[in-house]
């Protein structure tokens, strides 16, 4: 377990693998992070800190330093990823992976506005009439954007085939949003994303809200916890046309790890403290109580 930036000091050791590069000069080594694998090559006999410079020269813009990782080496003999043993030096071919670790539990659900992004998820005109308490999940959404502004939080919103499913509903505010974007894959997580985020230093935390519950808000959900992302899902601002269908969902994000919340509970998260500057704008968001409806049913 390591920082992307620390060493490894040890005795070098070698692994023998199958498919030799053999020779002098560079040997080649598969490269993997999250979804993504890259072919790539390093000199013969480099040790941990190429081999993780080389997965920052890669995936610079997927890497999170200052999460804590593990490199993985893959092992004929057990036929799966190991551990990199102390003192790794390549000395020949050879699959490479890097595995985030999860955070400190100091930190784990700690948000803090400098490190979140809200995202706004296909909250479109034509979901209106199939989507179960509508209106209810709009009515949070513009809470929540109302909260990001007042505490400069950046905001992605998606749109989900605009030219047949139209535009963001017109109640949801989208004033200063980092990025609007239309798609036709389910995530959100695409380049232009993956760029905007990349822009945000430090970024941790990604506050997630609008429809599907299980189709688009799922998938980007995965997506992102598998880039090393901490996933907060607000409850009371996603739907589904099945409450079925959102039930499940929940529980399956739930069990890998993403956060399932509440607006008001982000929000106060968010400030943290009755001192906070804001604190008393984001009163007034939450005087009244976010509408229940028939989200809390279970069908």
């Given at each position: 377990?390591?920082e992307?930036?620390?060493s490894?000091?040890?005795n070098?050791?070698?692994i023998n693998m199958?498919?030799?590069?053999?020779g002098?000069?560079?040997?080649?080594?598969?490269?993997?992070?999250s979804?993504?694998?890259?072919?790539s090559?390093?000199p013969l006999g480099s040790?941990?800190?190429v081999?993780?410079?080389?997965?920052l020269s890669?995936?610079r813009?997927?890497?999170?330093?200052?999460?804590?990782?593990?490199i993985q080496?893959?092992s004929?003999e057990?036929?799966?990823?190991v551990d990199?043993?102390?003192?790794?030096?390549?000395?020949?071919?050879?699959r490479l992976?890097?595995?985030?670790?999860?955070?400190?539990?100091a930190?784990?659900?700690n948000?803090?506005?400098?490190?979140t992004?809200?995202?706004?998820?296909?909250?479109?005109?034509?979901?209106?009439?199939?989507i179960?308490y509508?209106g209810?999940?709009?009515s949070?959404?513009?809470r929540?954007?109302?909260g990001?502004r007042?505490l400069?939080?950046?905001?992605?919103?998606?749109e989900?085939y605009?030219?047949?499913?139209?535009?963001?509903?017109?109640?949801?505010?989208?004033?200063?949003?980092?990025?609007?974007?239309p798609?036709t894959?389910?995530s959100m997580?695409?380049?232009?994303?993956?760029?905007?985020?990349?822009?945000?230093?430090?970024?941790r935390?990604?506050v997630?809200?609008?429809?599907?519950?299980?189709?688009c808000?799922?998938?980007?959900?995965?997506d992102?916890?598998g880039r090393?992302?901490e996933?907060y899902?607000?409850?009371?601002?996603?739907?589904?046309?099945s409450?079925?269908?959102r039930?499940f969902?929940l529980?399956?994000?739930a069990?890998?790890?993403?956060i399932?919340?509440t607006?008001?509970?982000i929000?106060?998260q968010l400030v943290?403290d009755?001192?906070?500057?804001?604190f008393?704008e984001?009163?007034?968001i939450i005087k009244?109580?976010?509408?229940?409806?028939g989200l809390?049913?279970?069908v």
């Amino acid at each position: 377990m390591a920082e992307l930036h620390s060493s490894n000091a040890a005795n070098p050791t070698t692994i023998n693998m199958t498919n030799s590069g053999g020779g002098t000069g560079h040997v080649p080594v598969l490269f993997s992070y999250s979804v993504f694998s890259r072919p790539s090559s390093v000199p013969l006999g480099s040790g941990y800190e190429v081999l993780i410079q080389k997965f920052l020269s890669i995936y610079r813009h997927q890497i999170d330093v200052h999460r804590k990782f593990v490199i993985q080496v893959f092992s004929d003999e057990w036929g799966q990823y190991v551990d990199l043993p102390k003192g790794f030096v390549v000395s020949e071919r050879c699959r490479l992976r890097l595995v985030p670790l999860q955070m400190d539990i100091a930190t784990l659900g700690n948000l803090s506005p400098a490190t979140t992004v809200f995202f706004c998820c296909d909250m479109q005109e034509r979901f209106r009439p199939a989507i179960k308490y509508f209106g209810d999940i709009i009515s949070v959404g513009q809470r929540l954007l109302q909260g990001a502004r007042l505490l400069g939080i950046p905001v992605i919103v998606s749109e989900q085939y605009p030219k047949g499913l139209g535009s963001t509903v017109q109640e949801m505010d989208l004033t200063g949003a980092k990025l609007v974007f239309p798609k036709t894959k389910f995530s959100m997580v695409l380049p232009e994303v993956e760029a905007a985020l990349a822009e945000i230093p430090g970024l941790r935390s990604v506050v997630l809200f609008g429809v599907e519950t299980h189709v688009c808000i799922q998938q980007t959900a995965l997506d992102l916890i598998g880039r090393g992302f901490e996933v907060y899902i607000v409850a009371d601002s996603t739907s589904s046309r099945s409450m079925m269908d959102r039930m499940f969902a929940l529980e399956r994000m739930a069990r890998t790890g993403i956060i399932i919340t509440t607006s008001e509970s982000i929000l106060l998260q968010l400030v943290a403290d009755k001192d906070h500057p804001k604190f008393k704008e984001i009163q007034n968001i939450i005087k009244a109580s976010a509408p229940e409806s028939g989200l809390l049913s279970k069908v």
